[in-house]
C-alpha cells in the first residue's frame, strides 16, 4: 500500500523559506517520479515541481528559481526547498506519486499540508 505523508507546512511571512517533506512509504522514490502539486481555495490543483527516475526535474514558471525539489533517497523521501515565498504561494501542497519516469500524474496522493504565506 502506497502511503505519502507531506509535512513542513505552515504561516510565513513574504520573502521567508520552508521545506516541505513527503516521506513515502510502498513505493521506492528513487525509481519513479514523485511531484509537488498545490491547491489554492478556489483554483484548479496545479504541478509545481516533479523529480523523475532519472533525477530529471521540472518546475511550474511560478516555482523556476525560487523552489527546489530533491530527494534523499536513504529516506524514502522527498523536499520542497521553497525560498522568497509570495501571498500567491498560499496554497495546500500535495505529493503525487506515478510509477516509472512518467511525467504524468501518478494515482497516489498525501493529505496534503497547508502553506499560508501573510503579506
Known amino acids: 500500500q502506497v502511503q505519502l505523508v507531506e509535512s513542513g507546512g505552515g504561516l510565513v511571512q513574504a520573502g521567508g523559506s520552508l521545506r516541505l517533506s513527503c516521506a513515502a512509504s510502498?513505493?521506492?522514490?528513487?525509481?519513479?517520479?514523485i511531484a509537488w502539486y498545490r491547491q489554492a481555495p478556489g483554483n484548479q490543483r496545479e504541478l509545481v515541481a516533479r523529480v523523475t527516475s532519472s533525477t530529471t526535474t521540472n518546475y511550474a514558471a511560478s516555482a523556476k528559481g525560487r523552489f527546489t525539489i530533491s530527494r534523499d533517497n536513504a529516506k524514502n523521501t522527498v523536499y520542497l526547498q521553497m525560498n522568497n515565498l509570495k501571498p500567491e504561494d498560499t496554497a495546500v501542497y500535495y505529493c503525487?506519486?506515478?510509477?516509472?519516469?512518467?511525467?504524468?500524474?501518478?494515482?497516489?496522493w498525501g493529505q496534503g499540508t497547508q502553506v499560508t504565506v501573510s503579506s
Open positions: 510502498g513505493i521506492i522514490i528513487s525509481v519513479n517520479t
Open positions: 503525487n506519486a506515478a510509477y516509472g519516469g512518467t511525467w504524468s500524474t501518478g494515482p497516489y
